[in-house]
């Protein structure tokens, strides 16, 4: 589908889901914002209180009430806040029980208040209820392929991506790298294709080395 003459972005429809690619910025440089020079709070501390102390911070998000869930991977656990950073409880701890968390990329919030945790040592989605009491965990619908959940839709299905795609061409370059995203049930029992994207440009030296990627957002994808 071609965007119209002059049109900044195009849409259309796959799996269910609405694609929009932005060809160019709408926004003008006096419609910019600022974030403030000095954080309006801070949770965390090089040397104090265990509950504060973090190893391998890998998501930060809020619920609908303020509370702050805060998914430290080194400590394979979850931690909640209040909207003004006390400290009210953890959840999870290492292993590959009901609950339990070994390496996770992903933690946010799923329908309501409840939050999920992509747990890709495990291949699992664990969902834990607003109070982060563990409700239920299935594996990934792939799980012999490297796809990564990285959110969920408004509908409870879940997005899932490749990593990146991009071979050695045979000669030196900038070459663009593409991820699969695919969606799968709520309960992970199917999954349908939305397509493939670009979602960075992989530089490789004459030797066959990955030099570096560019243009990449961690995660790779936004919904």
């Given amino acids: 589908m071609q965007p119209p003459q002059g049109s900044t972005f195009n849409v259309q429809d796959s799996a269910g889901l609405r694609i929009i690619t932005n060809h160019r910025p709408r926004w003008r440089s006096a419609d910019a914002w600022e974030v403030s020079a000095r954080p309006v709070l801070r949770i965390g501390q090089l040397d104090g209180p265990l509950e504060f102390t973090f190893g391998n911070i890998r998501a930060v998000g809020w619920l609908r009430d303020g509370r702050i869930f805060v998914g430290d991977e080194q400590a394979h656990s979850i931690s909640l806040f209040s909207p003004e950073g006390d400290f009210l409880e953890t959840i999870g701890r290492e292993g590959q029980g009901p609950g339990e968390l070994q390496w996770f990329l992903t933690v946010a919030r799923y329908r309501q208040d409840s939050v999920f945790v992509y747990d890709y040592a495990q291949r699992a989605v664990s969902i834990f209820d607003p109070d982060l009491n563990f409700v239920r965990r299935f594996r990934s619908p792939v799980p012999q392929d490297n796809y990564w959940v990285c ?7 879940f997005v899932l991506f490749t990593p990146g795609n991009s071979r050695y061409a045979g000669e030196p370059g900038l070459f663009p790298d593409t991820s699969i995203i695919i969606v ?12 493939a994207f670009e979602i960075a440009t992989t530089a490789w030296d004459e030797n066959g080395r990955r030099k570096g990627n560019f243009l990449r957002a961690y995660g790779g994808i936004t919904v």
């Fill in 151 to 157: 959110c969920a839709l408004g509908d409870g299905r």
């Fill in 184 to 195: 799968s049930a709520p309960d992970g029992s199917s999954v349908d294709t939305v397509g």
